[in-house]
């Protein structure tokens, strides 16, 4: 029996390739080309299953233009690039990669927020720069860390994670999200506050993103919100473009309206806005929060798990919709 085919639209592990190369014909991009729309729904075509990644839209057009695919396999959490509901309609299984990158991305929002806070990249840019000459009493003078407020926006597994660590600087947690968390989750959360999403950017010394991109969360941050944040305070994205308003942003941090921003993600990244490097008080990361080695290549590994069960009849461990599952019966 011939193999299943499946598509592979960036690069990706070469261990990866292999393991997967044992269950399907696979069409790789191991050359890391960025295809077009059109590109990616021709190469898509005739194929039985997708290994995608933020970086391409998989739009309902490519899943009308190939009617053998059966599932799609995002490696990220995050699966705001593919429209679950048309997939769902055309009988199409989609899976994303939750859990095996919450403690490596909560590690790294807590680099961005202490780097934003205490002005690390900052200070290191003027020092290379060959500026500094003399100490002085109030050189490149931050924001405490310790002691302080973190507010955090989304509270899911990550955002809980972000909020355990938290324990150790002897902070408050508030926290709004879509719902309450148990009282259990809460205490784990450093016995986390629930509050309304003003009363947090009211509060909070730090602003910390960590939910998913919907509609509904586009822009949640824009200029009203951040108005009510604290002059003193920073905002960190760890979460997707999209949820804060760039421009909006930019226009804060200019008038020193917030007092920095800490980017791990923009929209319409990688061409995220110019105005962002002409800031000094935002720090500026490509998309890494979740780079760490062990966790990419587990992140792989399982968007490959998800891949094989899903083209093999079985349910794939992480599927999103699983309403295509009693499809076609009755
Ligand atoms: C990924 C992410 O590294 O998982 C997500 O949703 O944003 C990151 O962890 C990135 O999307 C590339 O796969």
Not at 46 to 68: C, H, Q, V, W, Y
Not at 84 to 105: F, K, S, Y
Request: charged letters at 20%.
């Amino acid at each position: 029996m011939s193999k299943p085919k499946i598509l592979v639209t960036r690069a990706v592990f070469p261990e990866i390739i292999d393991r997967l190369g044992e269950h399907f014909e696979i069409e790789s991009n191991q050359e890391d080309r960025i295809f077009s729309a059109e590109q990616l729904a021709e190469k898509a075509r005739g194929k039985d299953g997708l290994f995608t990644f933020p970086s391409e839209r998989i739009s309902a057009e490519i899943m009308a233009a190939n009617p053998a695919l059966k599932a799609i396999c995002n490696m990220a959490v995050g699966y705001n690039n593919i429209d679950v509901e048309a997939a769902t309609r055309a009988g199409i299984m989609v899976t994303n990669t939750p859990d095996v990158l919450n403690e490596t991305t909560a590690d790294f929002a807590w680099a961005l927020l202490m780097a934003t806070a205490r002005r690390v990249t900052e200070s290191e840019h003027w020092l290379r720069a060959g500026k500094w000459d003399k100490w002085r009493y109030d050189g490149f003078l931050g924001a405490d860390v310790h002691g302080s407020t973190l507010g955090i926006i989304g509270m899911g597994r990550i955002g809980q994670a972000i909020a355990r660590r938290s324990i150790g600087f002897g902070m408050q947690v508030i926290y709004y999200n879509r719902s309450r968390l148990d009282k259990d989750r809460e205490a784990y959360a450093n016995n986390a506050r629930y509050v309304g999403k003003d009363e947090l950017l009211r509060e909070a010394d730090h602003v910390m993103l960590a939910l998913p991109y919907s509609p509904q969360a586009h822009h949640i941050i824009g200029a009203a919100e951040l108005a009510l944040m604290k002059p003193s305070a920073t905002l960190i994205n760890i979460a997707r473009g999209g949820i804060v308003d760039d421009a909006a942003l930019i226009v804060a941090l200019r008038a020193h309206r917030i007092a920095a921003a800490g980017l791990d993600v923009f929209e319409n990244e990688p061409a995220f806005d110019p105005a962002f490097l002409s800031l000094s008080n935002v720090v500026l990361t490509p998309h890494i929060a979740s780079a760490s080695r062990p966790t990419r290549l587990a992140m792989a590994a399982c968007a490959a798990d998800n891949l094989i069960a899903a083209l093999s009849g079985k349910t794939p461990p992480n599927l999103l919709n699983p309403g295509v599952l009693n499809r076609g019966e009755g």
